[in-house]
T-cell receptor
Framework: KNEVEQSPQNLTAQEGEFITINCSYS?????LHWLQQHPGGGIVSLFM???GKKKHGRLIATINIQEKHSSLHITASHPRDSAVYIC?????????????FGTGTRLKVLA | EPEVTQTPSHQVTQMGQEVILRCVPI?????FYWYRQILGQKVEFLVS????????KSEIFDDQFSVERPDGSNFTLKIRSTKLEDSAMYFC?????????????????FGPGTRLTVT
């Protein structure tokens, strides 16, 4: 069983729709990081959060530590939001932390 | 804005050959990491490095792999004798000291990746 699970695996939306991507984890974490990966492979940081909620533009991330669950929301989705969205659990290791990655959610937003 | 850089962007090598993937972390960062992503799969942790030594490594990081910070700026990943299954995208990452405080910005910053193809 994966320690970090994401759903859905694939998502197709129409432009303007509100999108939610979910992440559940079974490990103890210090923080959770939402990342975006474009077709070329590069990874872009979106949010890192250890409690509550963060907002940046049309993106909102929330985390519920007790339920070991985080969500990424995209309001007023646009075709340029099409990418793979990955949640990564920051797990403390010797003096630092490592990421355990989810499998990613492939989002396609249609014009 | 400072960024992590990686070279080359794409490396093609023959099975059994040695490869060195290079990374230049952000200059004031202290912790360095390598991750890999086999095509179509999730990103996986390989190794973390601090104060000129490995602080943790995964089971993937066997004796064929080594890391080094040969000078004050570069951080390298060497694969001694490449196998077909080493074909993947390799990401370097770095960050500053580790303090988790209400989601403070101590995230790891990723490089653009090196796509390694072993033939």
């Amino acid at each position: 069983k994966n320690e970090v699970e994401q759903s859905p695996q694939n998502l197709t939306a129409q432009e303007g729709e509100f999108i939610t991507i979910n992440c559940s984890y079974s490990v103890g974490i210090s923080a959770l990081h939402w990342l975006q990966q474009h077709p070329g492979g590069g990874i872009v940081s979106l949010f890192m959060l250890s409690s509550g909620k963060k907002k940046h533009g049309r993106l909102i991330a929330t985390i519920n530590i007790q339920e070991k669950h985080s969500s990424l929301h995209i309001t007023a989705s646009h075709p340029r939001d099409s990418a793979v969205y990955i949640c990564a659990a920051a797990v403390v290791i010797s003096g630092t932390y490592k990421y355990i990655f989810g499998t990613g959610t492939r989002l396609k937003v249609l014009a | 804005e400072p960024e992590v850089t990686q070279t080359p962007s794409h490396q093609v090598t023959q099975m059994g050959q040695e490869v060195i993937l290079r990374c230049v972390p952000i200059s004031n960062h202290l912790y360095f990491y390598w991750y890999r992503q086999i095509l179509g799969q999730k990103v996986e942790f390989l190794v973390s490095f601090y104060n000129n030594e490995i602080s943790e490594k995964s089971e993937i990081f066997d004796d064929q792999f080594s890391v080094e910070r040969p000078d004050g700026s570069n951080f390298t990943l060497k694969i001694r004798s490449t196998k077909l299954e080493d074909s993947a995208m390799y990401f370097c990452a770095s960050n500053t000291r580790i303090v988790f405080s209400g989601g403070a910005s101590n995230e790891q910053y990723f490089g653009p990746g090196t796509r390694l193809t072993v033939t």
